[in-house]
């Protein structure tokens, strides 16, 4: 069996909230590094697009969001779905806690449904998975 190391924290890392599913972006400190205000960050979960506004170490560190890169299933053209937009397109109650909102590929004009988890952001029990 592998010889698991104990995972030690030596640098500082910066932990950043999702601002449209509010998952945990963390951001190490050789990450930050590496970033300068201009650069974009893309949400692993939900694939929100953020700019990079401020990176002055430490907790000097601003983002904005620009929108959620987002490919039509039908004609495969990658598109921004940004704030304007999902705030213009209207919502449906998905099952369960997911809102839906129905947005228009600029490409196709093909209806496109995005789900949107609405999690209870820190109060929600850990679950196992
Ligand atoms: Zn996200
Ligand atoms: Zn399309």
Do not use: K, Q, W
């Not at 890392?13 to 999702?18: G, N, P, S, V, Y």
């Not at 949400?43 to 002055?56: K, L, Q």
């Not at 560190?61 to 999902?86: R, Y």
């Amino acid at each position: 069996m592998t010889d698991s190391t104990p995972y030690t924290t030596l640098m500082a890392t910066l932990e950043i909230d999702c601002p449209v599913c509010a998952e945990v972006l963390e951001l190490t400190e050789e990450d930050r590094a590496e970033l300068r205000p201009g650069d974009v960050i893309v949400c692993d979960s939900c694939h929100a697009e953020m700019e990079v506004t401020r990176n002055g170490g430490g907790e000097d560190f601003e983002l904005e969001l620009l929108g959620i890169l987002t490919v039509c299933p039908a004609c495969g053209e990658e598109f921004d779905v940004t704030e304007d937009l999902l705030a213009a397109a209207p919502t449906l109650e998905g099952p369960g806690d997911v809102s839906v909102s129905v947005v228009t590929c600029p490409h196709c004009r093909a209806r496109i449904e995005l789900e949107f988890e609405d999690d209870d952001p820190g109060g929600a029990p850990a679950s196992p998975s």
